[in-house]
Nanobody
C-alpha cells in the first residue's frame, strides 16, 4: 500500500505563493496518474492538476497559468507550486496516486487558506 504525506499548506494573503509537497513511499511501478485535488467547505473534491503517463500535464481551468505540478521520481516527491493565490483557492489540498488497475491512494491533506 502506498503512503502519501502532504505538507506546505498555511495562511497566505491574496497574490502570494505556496509550494505544496507530497512525500510518497514509492512512485516507481504501475502508476497511471499523479495529481493534486482540493476540497473547499461545502463543495465536492475537485481535480487541480495531474501528470499522466507519458509526461502530459493537465490543469483545471481555474488554476491554468497560476499553478504548476511537478515530480521528482528519484526522491518519491510530488509538488504543486501555487502562485497568484486567490481567496477562492482556500481548501484542503490532497495528493493522489492512481494505478492502472484502478487503485487510488490519498494523503491526509494540507490546509491552504488565502485571505483578502
Amino acid at each position: 500500500q502506498v503512503q502519501l504525506v502532504e505538507s506546505g499548506g498555511g495562511l497566505v494573503q491574496a497574490g502570494g505563493s505556496l509550494r505544496l509537497s507530497c512525500a510518497a513511499s514509492t512512485l516507481t511501478i504501475n502508476i497511471r496518474t499523479l495529481g493534486w485535488y482540493r476540497q473547499a467547505p461545502g463543495k465536492q473534491r475537485e481535480l487541480v492538476a495531474t501528470i499522466t503517463r507519458g509526461g502530459r500535464w493537465d490543469y483545471a481551468d481555474f488554476v491554468k497559468g497560476r499553478f504548476t505540478i511537478s515530480r521528482d521520481s528519484a526522491k518519491n516527491m510530488i509538488y504543486l507550486q501555487m502562485n497568484s493565490l486567490k481567496p477562492e483557492d482556500t481548501a484542503v489540498y490532497y495528493c493522489n496516486v492512481h494505478y492502472d488497475e484502478g487503485k487510488d491512494y490519498w494523503g491526509q491533506g494540507t490546509q491552504v487558506t488565502v485571505s483578502s
